[in-house]
């Protein structure tokens, strides 16, 4: 079946490590996402890629970082400069401009 | 601040009742997207609207774009717990431009 897979569900880390998220799709989309929820809050936009080898900077960007050296994937680095990681991290994928996002499961991260 | 103002920020009604969700930009929308999320989990893709004045239903839920393209609307009739959840509005604020924006969410309970 097609969709988007994000892994793991949960994630735990110490403080002063990075860590890094999945993310997968066996859509075809060229575009992808990367957003951060926080509780009470909307979604907010950390980095996307219009195609491969390609990505740009979300609103907040800082601390995160990423690759897409594959259509299919999309992964997210969280370094140890973001000083407060513990969130829901939803990935995101989109066939084109104007057409819905398709979103993964999340990943639960928590710095303990 | 959000691009994208929801209201109301909660809704507790009855079951049984109707109700209706906003979504307020100060730019004009180049593709308007609902989404729905439970507690955890990722967003559940609901309708697009991109015409000014188009209005989409799918059940008992009903979604329409104003004729400025500034506001849309989510009513949900006679309301059921499984309508339950967060409610996001989503847009692609300026032509051409594929970083998808988020409100900060509707989160809806039904009271059996």
């Known amino acids: 079946d097609g969709g988007i897979t994000q892994s793991p569900k949960y994630l735990f880390r110490k403080e002063g490590q990075n860590v890094t998220l999945s993310c997968e799709q066996n859509?075809?989309?060229?575009?992808m996402y990367w957003y951060r929820q926080d509780p009470g809050q909307g979604l907010r936009l950390i980095y996307y890629?219009?195609?491969?080898?390609?990505?740009q900077k979300g609103d907040i960007a800082e601390g995160y970082s990423v690759s897409r050296e594959k259509k299919e994937s999309f992964p997210l680095t969280v370094t140890s400069a973001q000083k407060n990681p513990t969130a829901f991290y939803l990935c995101?994928?989109?066939?084109?401009?104007?057409?819905?996002?398709?979103f993964g499961q999340g990943t639960r991260l928590t710095v303990v | 601040s959000q691009e994208l103002e929801q209201s109301p920020q909660s809704l507790i009604v009855q079951e049984g009742k109707n109700l209706t969700i906003n979504c307020t930009s100060s730019?004009?929308?180049?593709?308007l997207y609902w989404y729905k999320q439970k507690y955890g989990e990722g967003l559940i893709f609901l309708m697009m609207?991109?015409?000014?004045?188009e209005e989409k239903s799918h059940e008992k839920i009903t979604a329409k774009l104003d004729e400025k393209k500034q506001q849309s609307s989510l009513h949900i009739t006679a309301s059921q717990p499984s309508h339950a959840g967060i409610y996001l509005c989503?847009?692609?604020?300026?032509?051409?431009?594929?970083?998808?924006?988020f409100g900060a969410g509707t989160r809806l309970t039904v009271k059996p």
């Open positions: 859509l075809n989309h060229d575009a």
């Open positions: 730019k004009t929308l180049y593709g």
């Open positions: 995101a994928s989109s066939m084109s401009l104007n057409t819905e996002a398709f």
């Open positions: 890629s219009q195609i491969v080898n390609d990505f």
């Open positions: 609207l991109q015409k000014g004045g």
């Open positions: 989503g847009a692609g604020l300026l032509y051409n431009n594929n970083d998808m924006r």
